[in-house]
């Protein structure tokens, strides 16, 4: 199975993957993001793109590599990817479905104020790249193709996660960690998902 959390910056993939891991044994975390930083460091600077996602390697790698390790993974394959254009969307994640695979796919919603004060927590302002992607992550998520949201506003981390397991017919391990090392595991994983 593949659980692909969705949603614009600011809406809690990262966090919510991380949480999901630690709590599912036998699960992985692939990051599509890894691609797209690879391509921006081994193409000449005349072929680069604002978004990654633009490079149709990009998408084909990723379709590959998700194929592969689905087919030889037997645990769950945990994907924190915003991907808001449809087409982008059939050339991986519909794809994947039409050869049989198995993909939850939710997008974390959140209003436009909230996704913009959680990046101001994170040291992005109203004009990184993150914050300016926002209004078309909203407008993209419209479309019926991205079904299954789960409103993030006043949910925590840990309730989009148990969201997830519901919805994904999956069991969560109990999780015993105190209110301090919730934190702190919360900022370690931000400050690993950090990109420069």
Not at 97 to 122: D, M
Not at 149 to 172: F, K, M, P, R, Y
Request: aromatic share 12%; hydrophobic share 40%.
């Amino acid at each position: 199975m593949i659980i692909w959390i969705n949603g614009a910056f600011g809406s809690g993939k990262t966090q919510a993957a991380y949480e999901l891991h630690r709590r599912i044994p036998n699960s992985f975390i692939y990051d599509p993001e890894n691609i797209g930083l690879f391509i921006r460091k081994n193409i000449p600077k005349e072929l680069k793109s604002g978004n990654f996602q633009d490079y149709s390697m990009w998408r084909e790698f990723n379709y590959s590599m998700l194929k592969y390790t689905a087919k030889k993974y037997t645990g769950i394959i945990i994907v924190p990817m915003y991907i808001s254009n449809p087409q982008y969307f059939n050339e991986i994640v519909v794809q994947l479905r039409n050869e049989g695979f198995l993909i939850n796919h939710f997008v974390l919603s959140a209003s436009k104020e909230t996704l913009l004060k959680r990046l101001r927590g994170r040291g992005e302002g109203e004009n990184s790249w993150a914050a300016l992607q926002i209004d078309s992550c909203i407008q993209g998520f419209s479309n019926k193709i991205f079904k299954k949201h789960i409103d993030t506003e006043d949910l925590s981390i840990q309730g989009v996660v148990e969201e997830i397991a519901l919805l994904s017919n999956v069991t969560l391990l109990p999780d015993n960690r105190g209110k301090v090392r919730k934190v702190f595991d919360r900022i370690i994983t931000q400050l690993r998902n950090v990109r420069l």
